[in-house]
Structure formats: C-alpha cells, structure tokens
T-cell receptor
C-alpha cells in the first residue's frame, strides 16, 4: 500500500519530442505528488509537484497530469532537450505523516 | 533559498574506520531531516528520519548502531557510519523539510556524499 510504481525504467526520446513518465500509487492518504530530477553524482532536485485537488499543473515545458480516481499521475516533458537527460523520480507523500515514498526512477536519454 | 549543504561530497576510508557526513540547512530551519542511501541506478532508500532534539527513527533493516544519526540543532544533522566495511560503500543523501513551510511536503536535498570503503 506504500508503494509508488513508476514506468518506464528507461526512456530514449529524440530531441524536440515528448517524454512521458507514469506513476501509480495505492495509498489514498497521499496528498502531495512531486517529481524530482537527478543528474549523475548529484542529489535530487524538485522539478514540479501537484496536489490531488488539481488535475493538471504546467511549469514551462513540464506538465503533471493527475488522475485521482485511477490513482495515477504522469510527467510530460515537451520539446525534450539533451540537457533533460537525467533520472526522474516520482514520489508521493502524506504531509501530515512526513514520509515520502519514491518511485524506482526513470532514466531519460534525449538524443540530439 | 532552501539550500541544503552536504559535506563531504566524497570520502574514501579504510575498512574499520568511522566516517561522519554532515547535512546542513543553510537558509531555513529543519526539525526533520531524512537520510537516504542510493545504489547505482536505483532509487533512494530511506534509512532514517532525523528529529531535532530526539532520537532518530530508523527504517526496518537499518542498523542503528551502524549508522549513528545526530540532529543537534535545527540546521544540522550528522550521519556517522561506524566501523565501515566495503559493503557500506554507497551514495548517501540527506533531505530536509522547511520548518516555516510544514505542510507543503516539499523536500530539499543535499548534493549527496559518495562513500568508498577500501
């Protein structure tokens, strides 16, 4: 019930294309869903986040789509660039309980 | 704002020695910090939750006598890997919540510390 399932494990996208990463959760107590970007040898950095009362959030080229009834959310990276090549982690947290559960990660490679 | 500094960024030590890693919140206060371990190409594994002024809460399977955590102030938590062995070699990352924004859920991560035990 505490798991966050993330797919795909790896993704190769052509420059300018759309990268899509999906996550699913089980615990309905989660109320905050962030996406983190991690470059090799660095700590993760918050990319974008959403709360379950919103179905979509867009920040620049990054969009989160959230489906509360299906308990799924996804990250869309529009106009993908080589600099977007990194590992992306979805996560879910219960802000009252503090613990954050991370997905397994998706390694994105954007071909120039 | 919301910067978390982790030090050292990398360390090499001999088997049997102890290594201390520091995690500092530079521009905010954090009553709660988290320590993770990350193996190559894998996700972050939560090791323990560090609470200012009290004992850390360890995740199942994490040896608390092996990984000592101290959270002495609102801006500093330390992880000490005691009697390190080669299997302790890993990437250790800390994160913190901003006390001033308790309900946001947002975590701020350090840059990570690469430990190599020879």
């Amino acid at each position: 019930q505490q798991q966050v399932k993330q797919s795909p494990q790896s993704l190769i996208v052509q420059k300018g294309g759309i990268s899509i990463i999906n996550c699913a959760y089980e615990n309905t107590a989660f109320d905050y869903f962030p996406w983190y970007q991690q470059f090799p040898g660095k700590g993760p950095a918050l990319l974008i986040a959403i709360r379950p009362d919103v179905s979509e959030k867009k920040e620049g080229r990054f969009t989160i789509s959230f489906n509360k009834s299906a308990k799924q959310f996804s990250l869309h990276i529009m106009d993908s660039q080589p600099g977007d090549s990194a590992t992306y982690f979805c996560a879910a947290t219960n802000t009252g309980g503090f613990k954050t559960i991370f997905g397994a990660g998706t390694r994105l490679f954007v071909k120039a | 704002g919301a910067v978390v500094s982790q030090h050292p960024s990398w360390v090499i030590c001999k088997s049997g020695t102890s290594v201390k890693i520091e995690c500092r919140s530079l521009d905010f206060q954090a009553t709660t910090m988290f320590w993770y371990r990350q193996f190559p190409k894998q996700s972050l594994m939560l090791m323990a939750t560090s609470n200012e002024g009290s004992k850390a809460t360890y995740e199942q399977g994490v040896e608390k006598d092996k990984f000592l955590i101290n959270h002495a102030s609102l801006t500093l938590s330390t992880l000490t890997v005691t009697s390190a062995h080669p299997e302790d070699s890993s990437f250790y990352i800390c994160s913190a919540r901003d006390l001033g924004r308790p309900n946001t859920g947002e975590l701020f991560f350090g840059e990570g510390s690469r430990l190599t035990v020879l």
